[in-house]
């Protein structure tokens, strides 16, 4: 008796207006009837009710410089992160390898799939740093190499669907599959460029985008291959291979073979021979990691 | 094609443990037959260390480096694998 009659006090005080101190309506069946007509008009009283608690919240001088050291805090927090991302990644290097623009995306991917008539190689420098990419199409970046390897994965699993192969946890080992070959590949190319010994200015990021390009050709290959059957798929695979094999040449060559490649000249000596041998073997890993990747997608 | 990024740690931190219990008398001294010894590449100050002689470097500081890291990390794998299988 007695509780019946304190749950039936709080549907009368709702009458006029709504109650500032309840949050969700009591929705239990013993009220349900005197809630349905008084629903309406307690919405519309909710949000001006619950401005006013926390305005009540606010003034309160305690609670308002709880609010203030917490922002400090925050803040603080905020800025000892900026400063010590520096440390494990190179935010402001990597924003180099992104300020691309659409034209300078356009002619990358006409030079990974037709690099023959392009002369010049060499990146522009200004005052001892290299020029962002989007004023120099020779510049390595990383959005080419990104969105490629997403677009494989995703282009993998579309593949795989349309032979009823698919499933999602594919699309993850695609990734990690293609993910771990990269691994591979930087680390074997930063122990060879170590042992040879190569002075180089090609540094690890450099080398990433230098390898993520060919993802280009893998997609152009499986996507031929989708619409055209296993003969679109071989042409068109092996005409990205031969792209990819010049394109590195040309660009390694000037990284790694700096002083003799400038002039041209056909390099002999035993330390010049060694440095060819490096850049000839990652140009031809580059077709072969190609066809690892993808054969298996197009039946 | 199961080649993942957890293959591939596994096959670094058997990689280095290989390097580790490499037998110092019989391949990395510089009386032994093989010639791998670091001490006669000193010679060349110049810009021509040599791949033995880098790779002999190489191999010396990965073995003074990972010596502690890696008696943690092999055991933490080895009470998980015995774990989780």
């Known amino acids: ?299 | 094609m199961a080649f993942t990024l957890y293959s591939l740690l596994q096959a670094a931190l058997l990689c280095v443990n290989a390097i580790a219990v490499l037998h110092e008398e019989r391949f990395l001294k510089n009386n032994c037959t093989v010639g791998w010894g670091t001490d006669q590449g000193i010679g060349g100050f110049g810009e021509e260390p040599g791949i033995k002689s880098q790779l002999m470097n190489l191999i010396r500081s990965v073995r003074t480096v990972m010596r502690v890291p890696l008696i943690i990390v092999n055991s933490i794998v080895i009470v998980l694998l015995l774990l989780f299988g």
Request: glycine share 8%.
């Open chain 1, 1 to 299: 008796m007695p509780a019946l009659a304190s749950k039936r006090r709080i549907p009368v005080s709702h009458l006029g207006m709504a109650d500032p101190h309840q949050l969700f309506d009591d929705t239990s069946s013993a009220q349900s009837q005197g809630y349905g007509a008084q629903r309406g008009p307690s919405g519309l009283g909710y949000p001006t009710a619950s401005a006013s608690p926390q305005a009540a919240f606010l003034a309160d001088p305690v609670s308002n410089m709880a609010m203030a050291y917490g922002s400090s805090l925050a803040a603080q927090g905020k800025e000892l992160v900026d400063k010590n991302i520096d440390r494990f990644i190179p935010v402001t290097k990597l924003k180099y390898y992104f300020a691309v623009d659409t034209l300078y995306v356009g002619k990358k991917l006409g030079l990974l799939f037709f690099p023959y008539l392009h002369q010049d190689w060499e990146v522009q420098y200004q005052q001892d740093t290299p020029v962002a990419p989007r004023f120099d199409v020779n510049a390595p970046d990383l959005y080419i190499p990104a969105m490629a390897f997403i677009t494989y994965v995703l282009v993998a699993g579309l593949a795989l669907g349309t032979q009823d192969r698919f499933s999602p946890d594919l699309l993850g080992l695609q990734a990690s599959s293609a993910l771990a070959w990269l691994t591979l590949e930087v680390l074997a190319i930063l122990l060879s460029l170590y042992l040879i010994t190569v002075n180089t200015d090609l540094t690890t990021i450099d080398l990433v985008a230098f390898l993520g390009y060919k993802y280009v050709g893998m997609i152009g290959g499986i996507l031929m291959g989708l619409l055209f059957g296993k003969i679109g798929y071989y042409l068109v695979l092996g005409w990205c291979c031969m792209s990819i094999f010049v394109f590195m040449i040309r660009t390694l060559r000037l990284k790694i073979l700096a002083e003799a490649a400038a002039e041209g000249v056909p390099v002999r000596g035993a330390r010049n021979q060694l440095r060819m041998y490096l850049t000839m073997a990652v140009a031809a890993a580059q077709p072969l990691l190609m066809y690892w990747l993808t054969f298996h997608l197009v039946r």
